[in-house]
């Protein structure tokens, strides 16, 4: 798992910024007061960002909570999701309904 820090110098970076920049570019989308010496202080991992701060980047630069915080969490795919990516896409809405319908069924007689 990636520290905060460099997941926040990773984005930077990607981004082509320098830590003023990067401050800056948060400051005028979200009207906040981050300078280039907390920006160092988070990369370094002297300080941690708040909350507020984290959400912030994530909005700014479009990446997830997810990748802020260094996690690594497969996404599950819904069971109609996985249903519907095996269903020919000429079936119309009430057809739809009735393969739900059948699958409930389906699980209503698993006792």
């Known amino acids: 798992m990636e520290s905060i ?8 970076i990607g981004n082509k910024l320098s830590q003023e920049e990067f401050a800056d570019r948060i400051n005028q989308k979200l009207g906040l007061s981050i300078t280039k010496g907390m920006v160092s202080k ?23 909570l997810d990748q802020m915080l260094g996690l690594d ?12 990516a095996h269903i020919d896409d000429d079936l119309t809405e009430e057809e739809l309904e009735d393969i739900k319908r059948y699958i409930q069924f389906i699980k209503s007689q698993r006792k």
């Open 42 to 64: 988070w990369e370094s991992n002297s300080i941690e960002p708040k909350t507020r701060m984290i959400k912030a980047i994530a909005e700014t630069f479009h990446v997830s």
């Open 5 to 12: 820090g460099r997941e926040i110098r990773k984005i930077r």
């Open 73 to 84: 969490v497969p996404e599950k795919p819904s069971t109609v999701e996985t249903i519907a």
